[in-house]
């Protein structure tokens, strides 16, 4: 009878068996270090699920037809049951459409392992004698001896400088002596997807996980990203005064779990050694809630989860957001849509200009002299990578960090295909647990592990499909390019066609259109997904009398944008206020418009966010937007496209164009303009890789 066994960062925590078509196991005891007795693995199990978001039953059950589809030797291939492969490599084959995938690793014609990557870790389904042929050959290289057993956690109220006690459950590996820490703050619940953390326990780190500020069952009231940098210094001080903690302590975790780990690195405090930091959030107005001074209608999905005192993922699911994103005045939405009110958002709807309980929890601001070994990691299409942009800017002159940027959403390294846009093969790693554990090792354990003189940022070109090592972001090799908006294009399939020019055109020109707050143009997502910046074939939203498009020429030879972008557009308006919405698009040989990266500002705050600056009709303001990042190579014949609008309906309240802007009650239809050419010369800043424009 055939083992396989189910490893995630290099430790087995199950031995499968599978018996004339029933599959038996034997998961890992973690507490006792040893394995339960054999049973029949069951659809109502969810350990493995838990543990590295693998469907073992699912992948056992069919490995014969897996293997049959195999024998065609084909590159790519459907199985009766529907899943679809592509080939890899010479031995592996990714699945396609499906977010964490169950990618094959085969030889001779076997399948020997099945692997499902993620954002942070990896889960290996591997054959009994074929370890040494997969990623666990590193693992077994760097960590020799076995791991260690968990102990059951004890739960602690550790009382901030304040008197509020905020829960906090700690789990030991069972060994002698002091140990470092990875400290892990949540608003999700501290016992919430624990099984994740025991393989830091299981290497030998005492792991903490806490309920931030208001959250299940930590006392004091519930206001996001406000508490975090004075919070996480009271609980790293609090770790190192325990007899089981040698002091040194790093912090992981995606998300709001990646801010609270920045707020803490800026209150400065000496035992925070090391971050391992996921598509962290960033500041209120240059990412959620407040992007570019907009109020982000997309993040009502999470706030509506965690309305209550615990987690609600139920609340992201809605058939009616369309009737709740137009309920005004917004003070009144929560009562609505949910029956009852929601104070964090009552009081962030109260503070429309960037003010001091904004620049409280921005965690940039407030960083000093000290900084804290980071490994960063984000996506293209991640919804908080503003945050993590924010990050790299605040690094850009500091050695010890290392940044990982690949084409993901905000749920990281999962997904080949992501709302009809399809990547490469190799898209997805294997290694990125493997990375964050050299990264702790090395800064708390102070092992000589090599990590710190590897690549300071590995990044992923789409497009041509590769993945790249740079000294720094923005890659130093880059240069700044110019695409300037043009005059009229010849594009007949979108309503408003301008050209997108190499040369500054010396002729003057004007754009308009009508901007209607009633019917804005939207911003293609789902809102119970919760993802906000994927990519969306915008090809019929283009063709709306709204939406301003300046493409290029079928491009000769290929271009290489690597970076963010700055869109500076001159504008004016009949109205005092509006917002501006800018895409980067590739648009291919049939049409198709694909969105890259985009960037939004209320234009009221075209200068800061502290005080409004309203417009005087007819004149000509410039305004600069800041986009997403984005690698991606434009291919010959394909076609860069900009373009302009000022609605983002799923993305951003609608600006009502009044001095109340995204929450007045009273609206009025805005005639905005666009200025190019001469002085008013509105283009795009990239920075380009390789030689040659063209």
Not at 337 to 349: H, Q, S, T
Not at 470 to 478: I, L
Request: proline fraction near 4%.
């Amino acid at each position: 009878m055939e083992q396989w066994g189910f490893y995630v960062s290099g430790i087995r925590y199950g031995i499968c068996e599978k018996e004339e078509g029933r599959i038996f196991h034997e998961p890992l005891q973690v507490e006792e270090g040893t394995f339960a007795k054999r049973r029949e693995l069951t659809k109502e199990e969810k350990w493995y699920w838990n543990l590295g978001r693998m469907d073992v039953l699912e992948a056992l059950c069919n490995v014969e037809e897996y293997e049959a589809a195999l024998a065609a030797g084909k590159e790519s291939f459907t199985t009766p049951s529907g899943t679809r492969y592509e080939r890899k490599s010479e031995k592996e084959y990714a699945e396609r459409g499906k977010k964490y995938p169950r990618d094959l690793l085969t030889a001779d014609g076997k399948i020997i392992a099945f692997v499902t990557p993620g954002r942070d870790f990896c889960a290996i389904l591997v054959r009994e004698g074929f370890e040494e042929q997969t990623i666990l050959s590193k693992w077994n290289s760097m960590y020799p001896d076995a791991p260690y057993r968990v102990s059951a956690p004890k739960t602690y109220m550790v009382v901030m400088q304040d008197g509020v006690r905020l829960a906090t459950d700690v789990y030991l590996p069972g060994k002698e002596g002091r140990v470092p820490t990875v400290l892990v703050r949540t608003p999700y619940g501290k016992s919430s997807g624990v099984e994740m953390y025991y393989r830091f326990v299981q290497r030998g780190y005492a792991v903490v996980i806490q309920d931030v500020r208001g959250r299940e069952d930590s006392e004091g009231e519930w206001m996001p990203m406000y508490c975090e940098v004075e919070d996480g210094d009271d609980t790293l001080n609090w770790i190192a005064g325990e007899p089981w903690s040698d002091g040194n302590v790093s912090m992981t975790g995606g998300s709001y779990l990646g801010y609270v780990q920045w707020a803490a690195a800026a209150s400065g405090n000496p035992h925070l050694k090391a971050m391992l930091s996921s598509v962290c959030a960033g500041s209120s107005f240059v990412d959620l809630p407040r992007r570019g001074g907009c109020f982000t209608s997309g993040m009502l999905a999470w706030a509506f989860s965690v309305s209550g005192k615990r987690m609600d993922a139920g609340k992201m699911v809605r058939d009616d957001w369309d009737e709740v994103l137009n309920i005004r005045p917004l003070e009144t939405l929560p009562e609505k849509a949910l029956g009852y009110d929601v104070p964090f958002l009552r009081e962030w709807i109260s503070h429309m200009d960037y003010d001091a309980m904004w620049r409280h929890g921005n965690w940039k601001e407030r960083f000093g002299q000290r900084r804290v070994p980071a490994l960063i990691m984000s996506g293209w299409f991640d919804d908080n990578g503003m945050g993590t942009t924010e990050a790299l800017d605040l690094y850009h002159d500091y050695d010890e960090k290392k940044v990982i940027l690949g084409p993901w959403m905000h749920g990281g390294n999962a997904d080949y295909d992501i709302h009809g846009f399809a990547l490469g093969n190799n898209a997805l790693r294997y290694d990125l647990d493997l990375l964050c554990f050299a990264w702790i090792d090395h800064y708390l354990r102070g092992i000589d592990n090599g990590i710190e003189k590897t690549a300071a940022v590995e990044y992923y070109t789409m497009g041509s499909n590769e993945w790249k090592t740079a000294g720094n972001w923005p890659v130093p090799e880059t240069k700044e390019t110019i695409l300037y908006l043009g005059g009229d294009g010849n594009d007949a399939a979108v309503a408003n066609a301008g050209k997108l020019t190499w040369d500054q055109p010396g002729a003057k020109g004007t754009d308009t259109y009508l901007y209607d707050p009633k019917n804005p143009a939207a911003h293609i997502i789902d809102m119970s997904e919760n993802e906000l910046e994927v990519p969306e074939d915008y090809t019929e939203e283009e063709k709306r009398e709204d939406i301003l498009c300046y493409s290029t020429e079928c491009l000769e030879k290929e271009v290489t944008m690597t970076g963010d972008v700055l869109a500076q557009i001159y504008l004016s308006s009949d109205c005092e206020d509006t917002d501006l919405i800018v895409r980067i698009t590739d648009v291919d040989k049939d049409g198709r418009s694909f969105k890259l990266a985009d960037g939004v500002i209320s234009v009221r705050y075209r200068n800061q966010f502290s005080e409004p600056e309203f417009m005087k009709p007819g004149e000509v303001y410039p305004v600069k937007i800041r986009t997403t990042k984005l690698s991606h190579t434009f291919k010959k014949g394909h076609r860069i496209r900009v373009t302009l609008t000022s609605g983002a309906k799923n993305f951003v309240f609608p600006n009502r164009n009044m001095r109340n802007g995204f929450n007045s009650v009273e609206m009025k239809t805005a005639r905005n303009s666009i200025h190019r050419g001469g002085e008013y010369a509105s283009c795009i800043m990239f920075r380009q890789e390789g030689k040659g424009r063209l």
